[in-house]
């Protein structure tokens, strides 16, 4: 994937242009279904990019608050990745996931009430 941004329509056309000549030279091609030219807003690898910010995109968000609760250590291992994606925007990340990375340590799987409610509080923050 290939995000190009720039602050003035002129400039942004000649980086565009500059890109082509690249593509073109190193003998790849784009498929034109999926490009999308002079946006104000588009979805970036999970996130949405506009001029002012950048935030998490909201189906990603849902997929997070939709999460089962883990039945083994590899679930949690992937709930743990996911967020950590998305760490720039949750306030005080680490310490919420704190809980859940010393729980991955255990030997044994018991995933008890305290546990679900540490999942739960990732979840929210």
């Not at 941004?5 to 279904?33: D, V």
């Not at 992937?78 to 991955?104: Q, T, V, W």
């Amino acid at each position: 994937d290939i995000l190009v941004t720039n602050t003035t329509y002129e400039s942004h056309l000649l980086l565009l242009k500059n890109l082509f000549e690249r593509i073109r030279q190193s003998g790849m091609t784009l498929k034109f279904a999926k490009c999308e030219f002079i946006c104000q807003e588009i979805k970036f690898l999970g996130h949405i990019v506009t001029p002012a910010h950048i935030r998490m995109d909201p189906s990603k968000l849902d997929a997070v608050t939709a999460f089962p609760y883990p039945r083994n250590k590899k679930e949690l291992q992937s709930f743990i990745g996911f967020c950590n994606f998305y760490r720039k925007f949750s306030d005080h990340h680490a310490s919420h996931m704190a809980p859940l990375i010393e729980f991955l340590k255990n030997k044994t799987w018991s995933f008890n009430d305290e546990n679900r409610e540490q999942f739960d509080q990732v979840k929210v923050t």
